[in-house]
């Protein structure tokens, strides 16, 4: 297993997931799969991490976990090649971050951008839960455990990583060279980088009610690409039209394709083209939502057809992640044992010691 190329990556189960997660992480996540370049890949659902903030409301984390692997599945995560699992079954990992916390000072987690801007959002101020201050050791400790090389996250993310390497970095140095240490690998494409609301703000989340999910039924979804937030001073079809900030635009950089327009609008030839028209004058915003309804309703109709496939099975669904989840805690529990091993803390395995005290109170 020496150079195994590793990937661990996952989502908190705390809703269905979106569009903005299928751009940012899911369609790359069935690339790599398909890429062959991989040795494992692990795809977590976070059940453990979402209860860090949602500790009063376990049925939301519980109706979730298979709604999230509803939408896995339905995007084409194969679980022949790639083990999905749920975090809180895997008992290794809590007992790693526990050892990890002695190595992390609360000054350190105090610094990390991430958890400072996440706390700013939830508005926590002085009634902080403990294991939601922790997580980054928690996602230390998920990243570790499966020995990953690559972890496919966010931007936002990086802070996590780093806090990552820090932990393997002052763990091997400490105990031994036990850790891999992770690289971090972004997203390539600029506009995969955050898909906005369907309202122009910045963040898609359920809470807003500004989100595309990837069940969306027909009916919906042309109602929601209607809605969008385009150029508020674009009033007149004759109008020069703004591309910044127009949502439809940049969900068109997220989704388009140029055979698209030839099914469903050959005026034009490919997006670059529809763009110069628009910034011109001339173009409605109808008309380019219209076409951008069909664009998402080309993406999305496969994956809805193969998620009301799976629907109708889902004692699959459920063997799937037991499965999933018995071939990540094999892999943890070994990690583990290194782990114990190298602090010193196996005694029942450790013959050498064991004689040690023998010989010590022999002679006494």
Not at 25 to 31: A, I, N, T
Not at 56 to 64: M, S
Not at 250 to 279: G, I, R, S, V
Request: charged share 30%; net charge negative.
């Amino acid at each position: 297993m020496g150079n195994s190329k590793i990937i661990l990556t996952g989502d908190r189960p705390t809703g269905r997931l979106h569009v903005g997660h299928y751009v940012g992480s899911l369609r790359r996540r069935v690339e790599l799969q398909e890429s062959g370049e991989y040795d494992k890949i692990f795809v977590m659902i976070a059940d453990a991490q979402a209860l860090t903030d949602n500790a009063d409301n376990p049925e939301k984390v519980r109706q979730n976990i298979v709604e999230v692997a509803l939408d896995y599945l339905s995007v084409g995560i194969d679980p022949a090649k790639t083990s999905i699992l749920i975090q809180s079954q895997i008992p290794e990992l809590t007992e790693l971050t526990f050892y990890y916390m002695n190595l992390v000072t609360v000054a350190r987690l105090q610094r990390n951008p991430t958890v400072k801007n996440e706390l700013h959002m939830r508005d926590f101020q002085n009634s902080i839960p403990v294991g939601f201050m922790c997580y980054p050791i928690s996602q230390a400790a998920d990243i570790t455990a499966f020995k990953a090389t690559t972890v496919p996250v966010g931007e936002d993310q990086e802070p996590m990583i780093e806090q990552t390497r820090e932990i393997v970095r002052k763990f091997n140095s400490v105990y031994g060279p036990v850790l891999v240490e992770p690289d971090i690998m972004l997203p390539t494409d600029k506009a995969c980088l955050r898909l906005p609301g369907i309202d122009g703000k910045e963040k898609m989340s359920k809470s807003l009610g500004n989100c595309i999910y990837l069940s969306e039924d027909p009916a919906e979804l042309e109602k929601k690409v209607k809605s969008m937030f385009t150029d508020p001073t674009h009033l007149k079809v004759s109008d020069p039209g703004k591309l910044e900030g127009n949502t439809v635009f940049t969900y068109l950089d997220a989704f388009c394709k140029d055979e698209y327009f030839a099914e469903f609008c050959p005026d034009y030839q490919n997006l670059q083209e529809m763009k110069d028209h628009y910034t011109r004058g001339g173009l409605g915003d109808m008309k380019v939502k219209k076409f951008l309804n069909n664009v998402m309703q080309a993406t999305l109709e496969p994956i809805r057809a193969r998620r009301h496939e799976f629907e109708k099975d889902i004692p699959y669904v459920y063997e799937v992640l037991k499965k999933g989840t018995e071939e990540a805690r094999e892999v943890a529990a070994k990690t583990l044992d290194d782990v114990k091993a190298a602090m010193k803390i196996n005694y029942f395995d450790d013959n050498a010691l064991i004689q040690e005290q023998i010989e010590k109170y022999k002679n006494a």
